[in-house]
C-alpha cells in the first residue's frame, strides 16, 4: 500500500479518535452506559492507531531528513549519523506498515472480554476424565502466570479422578481474544492409569471457551428464569453439603440450564450462575459469527465447529502437535505445566495473516 493511501486511511481515524475523546466526557453519554462502554472501547482501540501512526510519520520524517542531510552535509561524521538514521528508519517501516494494515482490519470486538471455560471428559471414559482434570491444571497454570483470576463455577468429577465436567470463569486482560484458540477436541495419547496391560490408549476431551457476556450483552427478564435451590454436592466441608445454597436456573424461552454450587453463599452463587447464563445466551447469536469466519479461517475452526480435533498431547514421545497450524513441538511436560504461550503465539500470527488476506490492504 502507498505511504499517502495509507496515511490517508490513518488521518480519517485520527479525526474519529478526537471526535470520541469529546463525546466520552460528555455528560449525556456517561449516562447511557452501554453507549459510553461502547465509546471507551472504540477510544482504547484508535489510541494504538493514533501512537503508530504517530511513530510512522516520524519515521518518515526521519527519513527525508537523513536524505537532505546526505545531499548537503559536507562533513563526514554527520553523513555517517545520517546514513545510520537512514538505514534504521527504512528497516522499521515494512514492519510499521504491517502493524498498521492489521490494526486498519476490524478486530473481534469480543477479544477483550473475560471468558467462560468448560472442559468435559470424552471418549475414553476414566481417562478422559483424568485428562480432562490435567487440561485444566494447564490453563490454571496459565493463567496464573498472565496474572488472571480463576474461579469455578461448577464441576463433576470423575471415578478416578479428574473431571467429568468443569466449568470456569477467567477473568483479566483480553482474556477471550487469547484463550479462543483452545476451542475444540483435545486428543492424548498415553497409558492410563486405569491400564494394566501397558498400553497406550487415545482418549479426548472438548474444550469450549466463551466470551463472558455483560449485563447490557443481552437482556433477561426476570419472569423468564426459573430458579432451583439445592444442597452443593463434592468438596466443600459440611457447611456446603448441608446448606441450600446451590443455585441451577433455566431459561425458559431457551431451555439452558446453568448451575452453580462452588460458593457457600446462595446469592453468589447465583451471581455467577447469572453471568453464565447471559453468556450462553449471548453466545447463541455469537456462534452464527463464529460458523461464518470458521469457512476462513483455518485457526478458528475450533470455535466454528467444536467437534473439530485441533491438537494431540502424544506421551510416550514428548509431543504436542496442533493441527491447524502443522505446529509440532517437543515439550509436553512444561506444556501441561502451563507453557502453552509459543503455541498460541503461532495461532495468532497465523490468524493474523489471515484477516490480512481477508481484508486485501
Known amino acids: 500500500m502507498a505511504e499517502s493511501n495509507l496515511l490517508s486511511r490513518l488521518d480519517g481515524l485520527v479525526s474519529r479518535f478526537e ?31 493514533v501512537a503508530t501512526r504517530t511513530e510512522y510519520v516520524n519515521v ?41 494494515k492489521l490494526l486498519l482490519v476490524p478486530a473481534d470486538t469480543q477479544d477483550e472480554k473475560n471468558a467462560i471455560v468448560e472442559i468435559r471428559g470424552g471418549t475414553g471414559g476414566d481417562e478422559a476424565a483424568i485428562f480432562a482434570g490435567d487440561l485444566y491444571r494447564m490453563y490454571v497454570k496459565y493463567c496464573e502466570g498472565k496474572g488472571w483470576k480463576v474461579e469455578v463455577t461448577s464441576y463433576t468429577e470423575g471415578t478416578s479422578g479428574g473431571f467429568k465436567e468443569i466449568i470456569f470463569t477467567v477473568t483479566g486482560e483480553g ?13 492424548v495419547q498415553r497409558i492410563p492409569q486405569t491400564e494394566t496391560q501397558g498400553r497406550v490408549h487415545t482418549s479426548a476431551a472438548t474444550v469450549a471457551v466463551l466470551p463472558e457476556a455483560e449485563e447490557f450483552d443481552v437482556e433477561i427478564k426476570e419472569s423468564d428464569i426459573r430458579t432451583d435451590i439445592f444442597c452443593a454436592s463434592g468438596h466443600g466441608g459440611q457447611s456446603v453439603n448441608t446448606t441450600y445454597s446451590a ?21 453468589k452463587n447465583k451471581a455467577k450462575a447469572m453471568v453464565e447464563l447471559r453468556t450462553r445466551i449471548y453466545n447463541m447469536e455469537y456462534q452464527k459469527y463464529l460458523d461464518e469466519i470458521a469457512s476462513k479461517r483455518k485457526t478458528m475452526v475450533s470455535s466454528g465447529d467444536r467437534s ?51 481484508s486485501e490492504l
Open 175 to 187: 482474556v477471550y481474544g487469547i484463550l479462543k484458540y483452545e476451542s475444540g477436541v483435545h486428543r
Open 19 to 49: 471526535e470520541v475523546g469529546t463525546l466520552i466526557a460528555d455528560p449525556a453519554v456517561i449516562a447511557d452506559m452501554k453507549r459510553f462502554v461502547r465509546l471507551n472501547k472504540e477510544y482504547r482501540d484508535l489510541e494504538k492507531i
Open 60 to 100: 518518515l520524517n526521519g527519513i527525508q531528513e537523513a536524505k537532505i542531510l546526505l545531499d548537503t552535509e559536507q562533513d563526514p561524521d554527520m553523513r555517517d549519523m545520517a546514513r545510520e538514521e537512514l538505514e534504521a528508519c527504512n528497516s522499521r517501516i515494512p514492519s510499521l506498515e504491517e502493524e498498521i
Open 247 to 267: 443455585i441451577r436456573l433455566v431459561h425458559i424461552p431457551t431451555g439452558i440450564t446453568v448451575q452453580c454450587q462452588d460458593e457457600k453463599s446462595q446469592l
Open 308 to 358: 473439530a480435533k485441533i491438537r494431540t498431547y502424544n506421551y510416550p514421545q514428548g509431543r504436542i502437535t496442533d493441527h491447524r497450524i502443522n505446529y509440532t513441538i517437543y515439550n509436553l511436560s512444561a506444556f501441561m505445566d502451563g507453557d502453552i504461550q509459543d503455541c498460541i503465539n503461532h495461532l495468532t500470527v497465523a490468524e493474523n495473516a489471515e484477516r490480512l488476506k481477508e
